[in-house]
């Protein structure tokens, strides 16, 4: 889901419900404060990116303070380093982290570090037997980057390869326009 609130123009805030473990799997380093407790909800903890907290409040110092600023419904608990999950490309987008609440578990994606595509199709399994109402699907993240980013490659291929060609033209020309003098 994402937001938009009037204390900060011209960025887009993506809300994401997550598991205290989350940041030490993707590797975000927290900056300030803590992690998500037990007790913790919707209400009275999020995290904040360091985009959102400096361009809210201008500083990472904002362990305490409400959230948002204008009309505070929650506490900002602690502050992320600036992490592009949802679109790779993005620059006007930071995160808002909520704790996940047990009615929020029908959307929940399941995160997995593994060492050398071992295992993938154990966890798919180990996760089917857990609960029949899972139906696991699992991939790289480092595939789905890789198709991402599959667009953006491409375009700077094209301008790459146009920019060769006027580059050739522009030779031909000079030669041309040489020869001609000559």
């Known amino acids: 889901m994402e937001s938009r609130y009037n204390d900060t123009p011209g960025i887009k805030v993506t809300h994401i419900s997550v598991e205290p473990e989350f940041f030490g799997m ?7 404060g803590r992690n998500f407790e037990r007790g913790d909800t ?9 985009k959102l907290a400096e ?8 362990v305490g303070r409400g959230f948002p600023v204008s009309e505070p419904e929650s506490t900002i608990v602690g502050v992320a ?14 995160e808002l982290y909520h704790p996940l609440e047990a009615g929020e578990m029908a959307g929940a994606v399941l995160l997995a570090r593994l060492r050398d595509g071992v ?6 399994d180990l996760a ?4 029949g109402r899972v139906r696991p699907q ?13 667009g953006p490659r491409l375009m700077w291929q094209v301008s790459r390869n146009v920019g060769a060609f006027a580059v050739a033209l522009s030779a031909i020309g000079i030669f041309g326009l040489v020869a001609y003098t000559v």
């Open 26 to 32: 993707m590797r975000i380093p927290l900056l300030r």
């Open 42 to 50: 919707r209400r009275t903890a999020v995290i904040v990116g360091q």
């Open 55 to 62: 361009r809210m409040y201008g500083s990472v110092d904002v």
């Open 81 to 94: 380093a600036n992490a592009t999950l949802i679109k790779i490309t993005a620059t006007d987008v930071s």
């Open 119 to 124: 295992g993938l199709d154990k966890l798919r």
């Open 128 to 131: 089917a037997r857990a609960d």
């Open 138 to 150: 699992a991939r790289w993240m480092a595939a789905d980057l890789e198709r991402r980013l599959l």
